[in-house]
């Protein structure tokens, strides 16, 4: 039967369309007050399905077990590009994995989309703020994906201290002007963010 924590976990694990698009996760308090049995088979629920959702590397991570967090360091390191971000996000207090999650976030601006975990590559590029990963939002900013560049250009401009927030509507006409296929339209809009950053654009231009 179990207990009653252990049912409010297991139906908070059943996601409707309205609680995934609102990014609601599962119920994480009923998860850390399961008793030691009741523990052991979330685990192995949860282990078994470490790479679908961010909500199961949540809940494994919740749990605190030497085997649980090794599921989430193996999605950090092999998963599908979306769970090493969203694993990069939660192991963030680990520095002996900085390597590995600056890998993933790179990874994640060179090819995410916006709904496949772009926006945690974004958000820890811009918090972390680590050369490899800026030097990868200027190339983000060049990338095909228009939606893409124009969140990459935004962030550059924040990070460099030109902008009040991550995406400053005050900026936006410069930012959508990324949103293009012609690539001589967005080098010249990649020209002005530099030199509204202080940057060189040529190392990217030319790369």
């Not at 990014?23 to 685990?43: N, T, V």
Request: aromatic share 10%; net charge negative.
């Amino acid at each position: 039967m179990g207990s009653d924590a252990y049912a409010r976990f297991m139906a908070s694990t059943n996601i409707s369309y309205e609680q995934w698009h609102d990014g609601e996760g599962y119920d994480i308090d009923a998860l850390r007050s399961l008793d030691p049995d009741e523990a052991f088979r979330a685990e192995h629920w949860l282990l078994a399905r470490a790479g679908n959702d961010w909500r199961d590397l949540e809940g494994l991570l919740a749990l605190g077990t030497p085997a649980a967090k090794a599921a989430v360091v193996d999605q950090l390191r092999h998963g599908k590009l979306e769970q090493r971000l969203w694993a990069a996000k939660y192991l963030s207090d680990d520095a002996s994995l900085a390597g590995d999650r600056e890998a993933a976030v790179i990874a994640g601006l060179e090819s995410a989309l916006i709904y496949g975990g772009l926006t945690v590559a974004l958000d820890i590029a811009t918090e972390e703020r680590t050369p490899a990963m800026v030097a990868a939002l200027f190339r983000a900013a060049l990338r095909d994906e228009g939606e893409a560049a124009v969140h990459a250009a935004a962030r550059l401009a924040f990070i460099h201290g030109k902008a009040k927030e991550e995406f400053d509507w005050d900026l936006r006409p410069l930012f959508l002007r990324f949103n293009t296929q012609d690539r001589a339209e967005r080098a010249a809009a990649f020209r002005d963010l530099c030199t509204l950053c202080n940057v060189d654009p040529t190392p990217y231009l030319q790369a």
